[in-house]
């Protein structure tokens, strides 16, 4: 499906977007491996969240309400999954494979996951590689490297303290998962913090977790007892909201009820910095989780450097920054993102080519982008969403300020995060 944007002012609107992707994932994760039904409100349906639904549905796990925003999880305790018949397609996402892999290592039965085009092409040593210093066995091309990955169960798993090169939570996290079936206490020390919504969790289901600056632990054996669980909106989704508001002319908009949990509200910290009138009102806490309604309104944009320890809390809103940055007062430095080349495509190199093409002036560094605003976006071409639904997202936001109509290619990926995002976008 292409989709067509034309460009718009005013933006209006009171909305609220759709749930948490990294919560939902969890949510149904640990619901499955606690005792007792987990009822969850406000799931994100979109494409990841419903292939993590799947597979914990492959693993004999009753999940009602499939496809809606609330459901019912049986879970089955830490040992109650059984061994699926069939390989676990993980669709697009990174997340459900990376924790799913540790999860998977602690079970007594033989399974196989793989995952769409984009996916079998990233990364998951980074995961394997710890968990396989706690026992785990995976067999997969390139050493394990590379979806189809085989998880042969029925080892016994050692607790370690891991020293993770990188600061992700989907390393982090499946660690922690794998510790859930190791003896002793297993420990994840990050260079920087990455959401810790996994470690928030698993506290909130009774597990032994202490978290200590940038180590984490928890003790295995835990028993997991099943929970109320209310996923706030997602600030990732938000984000390209907040964004469209800020640039185009004579615009307001109010995003209910997002999740400001302060390793995801990087993008508030960076926008305000970029001189974006942006308001929190309503803030009050749900879960254990920060949430606030967000007011923004057309804004005067300054440049700003976005480096270091804040990227892993706005990782997946440099696509969106570097939008916001084209329309921003002098020169935007977007640095050491690195990781950007290892996401749903190399969104460094997507952004770049794609800005370029819709008549932007970028330069590409290896671990970022530089970009002198504010610019004209001409637009009235075809750009291409590499299949990335962040990419298409922003594309879909910088063709409401340009000149012509932009046309985003194999634009279905969005519903990946955001269904619903164009009509939302068409009706504000
Ligand atoms: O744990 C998670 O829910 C996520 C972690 C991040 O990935 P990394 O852990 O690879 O940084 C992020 O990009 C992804 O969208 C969701
Ligand atoms: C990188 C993302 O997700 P995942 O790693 O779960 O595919 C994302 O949603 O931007």
């Known amino acids: ?39 969850i409100e406000g799931f994100l349906t979109g494409e990841d969240c419903l292939s993590t639904v799947q597979a914990f549905q492959d ?20 040992h109650g999954l059984e061994e699926p018949d069939n390989v676990l397609d993980l669709g697009n996402s990174g997340t459900t494979t990376r924790l799913m892999l540790g999860i998977l290592a ?39 490297n590379l979806l189809p990955i085989t998880t042969i169960g029925g080892q016994d798993l050692e607790a370690c303290t891991y020293h993770s090169p990188v600061a992700s939570a989907q390393v982090k996290s499946s660690v922690l998962l794998a510790g859930l079936y190791a ?5 994840v020390v990050e260079p920087a913090k990455s959401r810790d919504h996994t470690e928030r969790l698993l506290d909130y289901f009774g597990a032994d977790v202490t978290v200590d600056g940038l180590t984490v632990s928890v003790k295995g054996e835990p028993q997991l007892k099943a929970k109320k ?15 469209a508001a800020a640039i185009t002319p004579d615009s307001e908009l109010v995003l209910e009820n997002v999740g400001l949990n302060p390793t995801r ?23 254990g989780e920060p949430i606030a309604d967000i ?76 970009i002198a605003g504010p610019q004209e976006i001409k637009g009235g071409v075809t750009c291409s969403s590499y299949d990335d639904h962040r990419v298409a997202m922003s594309l879909a936001v910088a063709g409401l300020i340009a000149d012509e109509p932009v046309e985003i290619e194999e634009a279905e990926c969005i519903n990946i995060s955001f269904p619903g995002f164009k009509e939302l976008l068409m009706d504000l």
């Open 229 to 243: 669980v209310i996923v706030p909106s997602d600030i990732s989704s938000a984000a390209f909201l907040m964004v």
């Open 59 to 78: 693993m004999g796990i009753e999940i009602e309400g499939v496809g809606n925003t609330n459901m019912k999880v049986h879970g089955q305790g830490l």
């Open 106 to 144: 602690g079970q007594d039965f033989y399974s196989v996951a793989t995952g769409d085009d984009s996916l079998r092409q990233r990364p998951m040593a980074r995961v394997t590689d710890p968990v396989g210093d706690m026992g785990g066995k995976f067999f997969g091309r390139d050493n394990a």
């Open 295 to 370: 007011k923004v309104k057309t804004s005067q944009l300054q440049s700003v450097v976005i480096e270091g320890d804040i990227i892993p809390l706005l990782i997946d809103e440099i696509p969106i920054l570097a939008v916001a940055a084209s329309q921003a007062d002098g020169k935007t430095i977007i640095k050491d993102a690195e990781e950007l080349r290892v996401k749903e495509t190399d969104r460094i190199d997507a952004m770049v080519t794609e800005l370029t093409r819709l008549g932007l002036e970028v330069t590409e560094r290896e671990d970022g982008l530089e």
């Open 183 to 187: 003896d002793g206490e297993t420990t």
């Open 1 to 39: 499906m292409d989709l067509t944007i034309k460009p718009k002012t005013n933006l209006e609107g009171t909305v609220k977007v759709p749930g948490d992707k990294s919560i939902s994932h969890r949510a149904v994760m640990l619901g499955s491996l606690a005792e007792g039904t987990t009822e």
């Open 265 to 287: 509200a990087g993008v508030i910290e960076a926008l305000e910095a970029m001189n974006v009138d942006l308001e929190l009102l309503n803030e009050r806490e749900v879960n």
